[in-house]
């Protein structure tokens, strides 16, 4: 039972334009999530986090909104680039670290 | 410059074979972390250690196991229990898993399997 989803495989984004990418919880202790930037063959890498304190999180041109009542958050990227051009996991670091299954962003110039 | 190292990056072992992983790091954290990526799906929690001789079972233990005798140091065995073993493998280090929750990942090791 998949308790972090992120529904979206992948998605593609014109240079300029807003990525949006989502994620949708389910069970949770506590509400802390964590996105990460993954390019192919190398780690994840740390891009912004929100807590149940907050429903927005801004830093620079990512900023992610959280929906408790709806158990979903999003990941805004504005304006996307391609250098952006990534897997994108959200994680729920209050239920086990789990991760979503990821979205690949692609990003045209 | 500190950081958290795996290796080797790419890994053929038969089927059959015990292989170890290494994971070292270098930015006095306490929590340490073990996932595989398999293709189109996200990280699977293997292993934790929050502390020095202590570990804890993730989502999918079964067929690893790991050791913590230092802190710098979590290695994966994937034993020849693992029925698929075969995937990247993703060593991540935390400072204090309780306040703070963001991970810094290692490159990761590539595990064939034939």
């Known amino acids: 039972d998949q308790q972090v989803k992120q529904n979206s495989p992948s998605l593609s984004v014109q240079e300029g334009r807003i990525s949006i990418l989502n994620c949708d919880y389910t069970n949770s202790m506590f509400d802390y999530f964590l996105w990460y930037k993954k390019y192919p063959a190398e780690g994840p890498t740390f891009l912004i986090s929100?807590?149940?304190?907050?429903d927005k999180n801004e830093d620079g041109r990512f900023t992610v909104f959280l929906n408790k009542s709806a158990k979903h958050l999003s990941l805004h990227i504005v304006p996307s680039q391609p250098g952006d051009s990534a897997v994108y996991f959200c994680?729920?670091?209050?239920?086990?670290?789990?991760f979503g299954g990821g979205t690949r962003l692609m990003v045209k110039p | 410059d500190g950081g958290i190292t795996q290796s080797p990056k790419y890994l053929f072992r038969k089927e059959g074979q015990n292989v170890t992983l290494s994971c070292e790091q270098n930015l006095n954290h306490d929590a340490m972390y073990w996932y595989r990526q398999d293709p189109g799906q996200g990280l699977r929690l293997i292993y934790y250690?929050?502390?020095?001789?202590?570990?804890q079972k993730g989502d999918i233990a079964e067929g690893y196991s790991v050791s913590r005798e230092k802190k710098e140091s979590f290695p994966l065995t994937v034993t020849s229990a693992q029925k698929n073993p075969t995937a990247f493998y993703l060593c991540a280090s935390s400072s204090d898993p309780g306040q703070d929750y963001e991970q810094y990942f290692g490159p990761g090791t590539r595990l064939t399997v034939t």
């Open positions: 994680e729920n670091a209050g239920n086990m670290l789990t």
């Open positions: 929100i807590s149940s304190i907050k």
């Open positions: 250690s929050q502390i020095v001789n202590d570990f």
